[in-house]
């Protein structure tokens, strides 16, 4: 089935209009990342648990997201976040296509600086329901009028919609609290959604 926006092709951009402060560099080894809000690029290194300074792990963070972003098959009805200690990535989220979690960890495995990669990725379970309202979800949001700018970025779509036993979780970023609510709404409206986790971050608190 054609799915929207599906392949993720030149980008170094954030999921919306936000850009995240370094990658939570002032943490400890620990650092975890979503795709939709995150910079970063790479290191070299010595163990895999060393910790790295806070310049080397904002790099390392955006070549991991950036080697992420690339990846085909990679859209609006995916999710994936990752953990970083020292070298170690921890790979996380949701998608739909089972070929997206080992394309996945081979990209990061080539990211010069990572050390280690750990898959947990899930597979969404194949559904022809959960496929509708995939769809349903997409149009109820992205051609919404107040929701409309969102569909401008093809590349890397700013609201992710994850579906699993008609369960729908959305991930991603909005410029407005107004425009997340908005998103629970009509969510709400579409037939056969049993329930709605919104999970966006507002880039432009009030």
């Known amino acids: 089935m054609g799915r929207p926006y599906g392949v993720a092709l030149l980008v170094l951009v954030v999921i919306s209009l936000a850009v995240a402060a370094a990658a939570q560099a002032a943490q400890p080894p620990t650092s975890n990342q979503s795709l939709s809000n995150q910079q970063a690029g790479g290191a070299q290194s010595q163990t895999p648990n060393e910790t790295l300074s ?35 990535v921890i790979l996380q989220g949701q998608v739909v296509q089972s070929i997206l979690k080992p394309d996945a960890e081979r990209a990061v495995k080539k990211v010069e600086g990572v050390e280690k990669v750990v898959n947990n990725i899930e597979v969404l379970p194949p559904s022809p329901m959960d496929e509708q309202i995939r769809h349903r979800v997409y149009r109820a949001i992205y051609s919404y009028g107040p929701l409309f700018k969102y569909s401008n970025n093809k590349v890397n779509p700013p609201i992710r ?46």
Do not use: W
Not at 63 to 87: C, E, M, S, W
């Open 54 to 88: 806070p310049a080397a792990q904002a790099k390392l963070i955006e070549k991991v997201r950036h080697a992420l972003l690339l990846l085909p098959y990679f859209g609006v009805f995916d999710n994936i976040a990752f953990q970083l200690q020292g070298r170690t």
């Open 161 to 206: 919609i994850i579906v699993k036993n008609a369960r729908v979780t959305l991930e991603g970023v909005v410029d407005t609290e107004t425009d997340k609510n908005l998103c629970t709404m009509r969510v709400n409206q579409v037939p056969s959604v049993l329930s709605v986790t919104n999970n966006l971050r507002v880039a432009k608190p009030s």
